[in-house]
């Protein structure tokens, strides 16, 4: 079972603001990545570190932390940003393993 | 550019063993972790491990220890994951990824910012 627990779904309206959040213990320790997929296609970074964007990340993505609690925002949804999310962080044993979160399908109305 | 690419769809028996190939171009090979993740049908990104192409070192998920096997051949920049006595829950896809690290006075975190095409493995009897 998962070690990073994600709200299974959410739902936002196309121009408006969406958060999805990541809740695991290693939260309180290490940061969290987060990859956006659609269907049929392999994952793609988004958000790393504090809230680092890789180049070609769209600046309506942005990440925050606190205690065990990781956040990805979208400001401004577009119709495109529907997908699957997924948070990605070190697991509660600290040996160097890593663990993805349970997912959050992000639906654009 | 940075490319994977991953070698093709493969159907095994249960029982059997899988080796899934990542060649890797433009990026020098022996500088970034190559990590695995799989994917069943309709289901999350599953983590399973790393490999670090310059020592050879490894880390496997709890899950897969004992099962799992990443190696890689520097002279031609590929990375191997194979999985062994497998079954029907194996049916995925399988990626690899570089995975680099994010560093600074508060933290870090694993970043995987280049993945292969996936490779399909289906477990059938």
């Known amino acids: 079972s998962s070690e990073l627990t994600q709200d299974p779904a959410v739902s936002v309206a196309l121009g408006q603001t969406v958060r999805i959040t990541c809740q695991g213990d290693s939260l309180r320790s290490y940061y969290a990545s987060w990859y956006q997929q659609k269907p049929g296609q392999a994952p793609v970074l988004v958000i790393y570190?504090?809230?680092n964007r890789p180049s070609g990340i769209p600046d309506r993505f942005s990440g925050s932390s606190s205690g065990n609690t990781a956040s990805l925002t979208i400001t401004g949804a577009q119709a495109e940003d529907e997908a699957d999310y997924y948070c990605n962080s070190r697991d509660s044993s600290g040996n160097h393993r890593y663990v993805f979160g349970t997912g959050t399908k992000v639906t654009v109305l | 550019q940075v490319q994977l690419v991953q070698s093709g769809a493969e159907v095994k028996k249960p029982g059997a063993s899988v080796k899934v190939s990542c060649k890797a171009s433009?990026?020098?090979?022996?500088?970034?972790?190559i990590n695995w993740v799989r994917q069943a049908t309709g289901q999350g990104l599953e983590w399973m491990g790393w490999m670090n192409p310059n020592s050879g070192n490894t880390g496997y998920a709890q899950k897969f220890q004992g099962r799992v096997t990443m190696t890689r051949n520097t002279s031609i920049s590929t990375a191997y994951m194979e999985l062994s006595s497998l079954r029907s829950e194996d049916t995925a896809v399988y990626y690899c990824?570089?995975?680099?690290?994010?560093?600074?006075?508060?933290?870090?975190?694993?970043?995987?910012?280049?993945w292969g095409q996936g490779t399909l493995v289906t477990v059938s009897s």
């Open positions: 570190g504090k809230n």
């Open positions: 990824a570089r995975g680099r690290y994010y560093y600074d006075s508060s933290g870090y975190s694993l970043l995987l910012d280049y």
């Open positions: 433009g990026y020098t090979f022996t500088s970034y972790d």
